[in-house]
């Protein structure tokens, strides 16, 4: 399997700006995805292929992916942003997508 | 509007069988794969699988290659993940979701089911 690493927990005061890392062996080769998942609620689609937003997800939330790292950020934070979020990848091997640990992000 | 609404909660003992299920309703075409996740509490997403409903083509992920078995019947768009014999660590929370066909994310998500083994 493909590891990617997150960071278990981002703090971030409202107004301000959270990134969310996502780390793995060459995964600016890969394509990542993004899911927001708050307490109690099914996860759901933030950022699709690097840095594309679906419909409805505001312009606050954005990606890249270079390197070792991809990134989601978060302009703007507000207390509805207070969620885990995974970052995904899809395993060519097994074909299958793998997810990171997700990473809680708190709003002070 | 899409969406997949899945079955019930389920409590189970350890060596029963189980199935649940995920309908998919709004969807114009049958382009598209459904799959089955897995959730533990304050852990990470584990893909168990996918099947296309058009004609039943199922991928396994290897970790859970002959630990479940996931059909579909394509006349009510219903996609079901069913295990012969529950194991405790089977607990979980299980999401199923869709993907269009070249995709490789999930852009609709099942509410979840819980999945309690205990005896």
């Known amino acids: 399997s493909y590891l990617l690493t997150q960071p278990p927990s981002v703090s971030v005061a409202p107004g301000k700006t959270a990134t969310i890392t996502c780390g793995g062996d060459n995964v600016g080769s890969k394509t990542v995805h993004w899911y927001q998942q708050k307490a109690g609620q099914a996860p759901a689609l933030v950022i699709y292929y690097d840095a594309d937003r679906p419909s409805g997800i505001p312009e606050r939330f954005s990606g890249s992916n270079s390197g070792n790292t991809a990134t989601l950020t978060i302009s703007r934070v507000e207390a509805g942003d207070e969620a885990d979020y995974f970052c995904q990848v899809w395993n060519t091997d097994s074909d299958h997508p793998e997810f990171g640990g997700g990473t809680k992000l708190t709003v002070l | ?119």
Request: hydrophobic residues 35%; neutral net charge; charged residues 20%.
């Open chain 2, 1 to 119: 509007e899409v969406q997949l609404v899945q079955s019930g909660a389920e409590v189970k003992k350890p060596g029963e069988s189980l199935q649940i299920s995920c309908k998919a309703s709004g969807y114009t075409s049958t382009n598209f794969w459904i799959g089955w996740g897995r959730q533990v509490p304050g852990k990470g997403l584990e893909w168990m699988g996918f099947i296309y409903p058009d004609d039943s083509d199922t991928r396994y992920s290897p970790s859970f290659q002959g630990q479940v078995t996931i059909s579909v019947d394509k006349s009510i768009t219903t996609a079901y993940l069913r295990w012969s014999s529950l194991k405790a660590s089977d607990t979980a929370l299980y999401y199923c979701a869709t993907r269009g066909l070249g995709l490789y994310y999930m852009d609709v998500w099942g509410k979840g089911t819980p999945v309690i083994v205990s005896s």
